[in-house]
T-cell receptor, first 112, second 115 residues
């Protein structure tokens, strides 16, 4: 069945460091891919999405490219800030389905 | 309201008791979902409501779990005879009609602790 695997955390970085959080998926057909973010004490929020191969989702300086050949959707940011400290979830939505499949989440800690 | 509202935000219950968790979706959102986030685990799908259609209950882990949605709006997730493994954050999300691709709006969750 469909599934998502993302790197385990926590990830600890200094401010202005480069961030990569790996995400790979297993799915039939052509799923849509998402990154969600959960800030401390808040609900999940959609960060970015990509709906087809080679699409790049971007928001708030974060980017992720839908790579069908490697079944990956890695999250990147060139220069992280303390305010980016949160838990990041990779997710997929199967073709024609309403359910999302989420990774286990990666906690990011950014130190000043 | 402006967002998805869940109550209570925290619930501690004794093993064997029944609990009810409530979700108020965004007004006008026809789809409503329940997920469970256990410690160290990903988000686990529980149940999905879409308008007046029969709900997709395929994610409910046992017959102790049930959910209803009254009037196409508020939803209640009920867990009977709670067990310690039921301890988790229960998240509700909603989405508007006609959303083929896109994100949900999530509530802040109810943290359930079974002691």
């Amino acid at each position: 069945g469909d599934s998502v695997t993302q790197m385990e955390g926590p990830v600890t970085l200094s401010e202005e460091a480069f961030l990569t959080i790996n995400c790979t998926y297993t799915a039939t057909g052509y799923p849509s891919l998402f990154w969600y973010v959960q800030y401390p004490g808040e609900g999940l929020q959609l960060l970015l999405k990509a709906t087809k191969a080679d699409d790049k989702g971007s928001n708030k300086g974060f980017e992720a490219t839908y790579r069908k050949e490697t079944t990956s959707f890695h999250l990147e940011k060139g220069s992280v800030q303390v305010s980016d400290s949160a838990v990041y979830f990779c997710a997929l939505r199967g073709e024609g389905f309403n359910k999302f499949y989420f990774g286990s989440g990666t906690k990011l800690n950014v130190k000043p | 309201g402006a967002g998805v509202s869940q109550s209570p935000s925290n619930k501690v219950t004794e093993k064997g008791k029944d609990v009810e968790l409530r979700c108020d979706p965004i007004s006008g959102h026809t789809a409503l979902y329940w997920y469970r986030q256990s410690l160290g685990q990903g988000l686990e799908f529980l149940i999905y409501f879409q308008g007046n259609s029969a709900p997709d209950k395929s994610g409910l882990p046992s017959d102790r779990f049930s959910a209803e949605r009254t009037g196409g709006s508020v939803s209640t997730l009920t867990i009977q005879r709670t067990q310690q493994e039921d301890s988790a954050v229960y998240l509700c999300a909603s989405s508007p009609p006609g959303t083929k691709v896109g994100g949900y709006t999530f509530g802040s969750g109810t943290r359930l602790t079974v002691v």
